[in-house]
């Protein structure tokens, strides 16, 4: 084998490997995406139970 096909196969490997790890971090962002948006509505949600403990309180 010579060096001109070796470069190709090692531009090959690591074009595979940059493609491997940009999936697994586009599916790791995802998930944090949704655990933002959870995290979110949950002290939406939360914050909306306590103004509303509040303005029982006040009366």
Sequence with gaps: MNSETQ??????????TIGNNFLK???HLHNVEKSCRDASTKLQQA????????????H
Excluded: F
Aim: charged share 30%.
């Design 7 to 16: 470069a190709q196969e090692q531009i090959i490997a690591g074009l595979k």
């Design 25 to 27: 971090t586009s599916k």
């Design 47 to 58: 914050d909306a139970n306590s103004t509303g403990d509040d303005r029982n309180n006040r």
